[in-house]
């Protein structure tokens, strides 16, 4: 047997140490006869599962006594329509600033219940997102029921490197490809959100942290399972959670811990993210279009000085037992996603493949 890099965007790695205790406890979980995967969600043994998850996340995270934390399913794509249906909260307006792919499916869906003011689009002047307007360069309304952002922009490898300050409003932010890479003040933000399958395990699970007192007032006709206040009221169990990427995200939440928190992977996500800029960086044959001081710890897109050479890239490097390094259809060259769960050795490993292939291409 042997294990790959595996730089995809998501699904994603997830921590070897997490997978072998995963099949250590597959066909019985602590003395109980079942795997995980068979028990009732309303269960003695599961409930203590679901709660120690939580438990897990809270600590990590550092998450304030005000905030739920939801264990939901539909992926973040469903908070892009059940943000406008829970926090307009009889309003009919909502800030969004744009910086990448995934801010415009939100921006696309909130359409459909409020007037959205886009308030700064980092792709006006280009057409292409390659920054994150600075603070000043926000356009912010004054009658907003709230400002949504994407921290991080997976497809175009674009992260904020500034919190936006937003006044008395709350501050909503898609974390689904940021979210554990490094410690962050949960206070600062209204809601966050994010598919589980980029940082924190499979994907099934969507984690939404929101401050309690946001929750309660709907659009008229949101779905009872739409409503974020059917799902705090059961503590997630108002429905079958997705009981089993649940559980493996509580295993990954202990493996944080046990690494030292999110202080230390900050550390570690910097240096690898730092490796592969410098390999770029240094070399005429790569390119990353992306603003210096916005380019994402976790989604790194590069592009080669011929794009002929792009499939023959790929199929060495796969040899090499380096995979997903196709960049989104929509940016095309490469894309490599390093998150936490890609060991620093995978970073190495593409970076001496990198300077290889140049010596032997370029
Ligand atoms: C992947 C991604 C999404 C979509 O997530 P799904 O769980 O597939 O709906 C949304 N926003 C960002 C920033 C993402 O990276």
Known sequence: MSRVFNFSAGPAMVPQAVIERAQQEMLDWNGSGMSVMEMSHRGKEYMSIAAQA???????????????????QG???????????????????????????????AIAEAKRYCEVNVAADASAESGKFTFAPGQSALNLSADAAYVHYTPNETIEGVEF??????????????????ILSRPMDVSKFGMIYAGAQKNIGPAGLTVVIVREDLIGEVVDGTPTMFNYATHAKADSMYNT????????????????????GLAKMAETNERKAGKLYGAIDGSDF????????CRSWMNVPFTLADAELDSIFLAEAKEQGLVTLKGHRSVGGMRASIYNAMPEEGVDALVAFMADFEKRKG
């Open 54 to 72: 939580e438990a897990d996340l809270r600590e990590v995270m550092a998450i304030p006594e005000n905030y739920k934390v939801l264990f939901l």
């Open 75 to 105: 992926g973040a794509s469903s908070q892009f329509s059940m943000i406008p249906m829970n926090l307009l909260r009889g309003g009919n307006k909502a800030d969004y600033i744009l910086t990448g792919s995934w801010g415009k499916k």
């Open 161 to 178: 490197p500034y919190l936006p300050e937003v006044g008395d409003k709350p501050l909503i932010a898609d974390m689904s490809s940021t």
């Open 241 to 260: 959670p997705p009981t089993y990427s649940w559980y493996l995200a509580g295993l990954v939440f202990d493996w944080l811990k046990q690494q030292g």
């Open 286 to 293: 790569y390119a990353n279009p992306v603003a210096v001081e």
